[in-house]
């Protein structure tokens, strides 16, 4: 059975926390190289969907509205397909 992982990522809000996917890979060293590449970029490696909170956050000086992303992988349960 081939093994597969969806990418996600997310952002901490004065809201709560959000998650988004950001694909599918089918083997965990995929998967491993996205999260690693990802979470030593120095810049962004994602953008903030327009429905993400932070675009909506009414305080001035909210903290979180500047914060990096953070990356994770999870494995794709079988589908009933499969």
Not at 6 to 15: A, K, P, S, T
Not at 70 to 78: G, N, V
């Amino acid at each position: 059975m081939p093994e597969r992982y969806e990418l996600i990522y997310g952002f901490v809000h004065c809201r709560g926390k959000t998650t988004y996917s950001a694909g599918f890979v089918n083997s965990r060293k995929e998967a491993e190289a996205w999260l690693k590449k990802n979470r030593e970029a120095a810049t962004r490696t994602v953008k903030v969907p327009p429905e993400d909170p932070v675009r909506h956050c009414k305080a001035a000086l909210c903290p979180l509205k500047r914060q990096k992303p953070w990356f994770d992988i999870r494995p794709c349960e079988k589908s009933e397909s499969s």
